[in-house]
């Protein structure tokens, strides 16, 4: 061990370890990150037509919708901190630029663009991130 340390290459050594941790640091931190806000709508639809396609077959549906973006049209039945939910069928968590939920009012009908990431097969409910207002 004490030859190691004692090497004419271990400063050299310890210095392009330590430049890699920092520079893994620095991209992790200031990379770009995706907005969410450009993806192009794949599918249009209402919340009752989702759901009935996740309830009649997920296998299907997740071919169909799972990671894309999709806008869904219905009545916003509850309001959380950052969640929406739609027609008690539809939860959509708001994407984290636009995390307020000022925007929506209870009872009223919106469409909504988010990525569609699956069904909930425990509470019946089909799950979409990266959510914004797409529409009243």
């Given at each position: 061990m004490?030859?190691?340390l004692r090497s004419s290459k271990f400063p050299q050594i310890l210095f392009l370890i330590i430049l890699l941790f920092i520079s893994g640091i620095l991209i992790t931190t200031y990379w770009p990150h995706k907005n969410w806000n450009n993806e192009k709508i794949?599918?249009?639809?209402?919340?009752?037509?989702?759901?009935?396609?996740?309830m009649n077959n997920p296998?299907?549906?997740?071919a169909?919708?799972?990671?894309?973006?999709?806008?869904v049209s219905g009545?916003?039945?509850?309001?959380?901190?950052?969640?929406?939910?739609i027609d008690n069928l539809?939860?959509?968590?708001?994407?984290?630029?636009?995390?307020s939920t000022n925007n929506f009012v209870i009872n009223s009908i919106y469409k909504?663009?988010?990525?569609?990431?699956?069904?909930?097969?425990?509470?019946?409910?089909?799950?979409?991130?990266?959510c914004s207002l797409s529409t009243y």
């Open positions: 004490l030859k190691i794949v599918f249009s639809l209402n919340s009752r037509e989702l759901s009935s396609a996740y296998e299907t549906a997740n169909i919708y799972l990671n894309n973006f999709i806008e009545k916003v039945t509850s309001i959380d901190e950052n969640i929406i939910i539809i939860v959509c968590s708001l994407d984290s630029s636009k995390k909504v663009k988010g990525r569609c990431i699956g069904f909930d097969d425990l509470f019946n409910e089909v799950r979409l991130d990266y």
